[in-house]
């Protein structure tokens, strides 16, 4: 059974950081296109960053761009993003999820990955 367990979030003021992971299990990871969403409070999901199943070069939301830093490590079937300047607007469950041979523009798409993590809270003060 795949599994994709989250870990890293916490709590952390304006203007910090924090190292979110995610270990895969019973995946194929090297098949996989490797994404991360967010989910505020009475807001849709929201994509985050992704990186192909082959690596290569990641992409990002505009709100995050230069901020967060997805990476994968094909080795320990792990990938991790990298939070950086955090906002409070920045505040939600990040969650982890894996889309099987995604082209670049499904990318941002929620309903093409078929696996996901049970998600991890990150609170961002003031």
């Known amino acids: 059974q795949v599994q994709l367990v989250e870990s890293g979030g916490g709590l952390v003021q304006a203007g910090g950081s924090l190292r979110l992971s995610c270990a895969a299990s019973?995946?194929?990871?090297?098949?996989?296109?490797m994404g991360w969403f967010r989910q505020a409070p009475g807001k849709e999901r929201e994509f985050v960053a992704a990186?192909?199943?082959?690596?290569?070069?990641?992409d990002y939301a505009d709100s995050v761009k230069g901020r967060f830093t997805i990476s994968r490590d094909s080795a320990k079937n792990t990938v991790a993003l990298q939070v950086n300047s955090l906002k409070p607007e920045d505040t939600a469950v990040y969650y982890c999820a894996a889309g099987f041979l995604l082209r670049a523009t499904s990318w941002s798409t929620p309903a093409r990955y078929s696996y996901w993590g049970q998600g991890t809270q990150v609170t961002v003060s003031s």
């Open positions: 990186i192909a199943w082959r690596g290569g070069s990641p």
């Open positions: 019973e995946l194929d990871f090297s098949r996989y296109t």
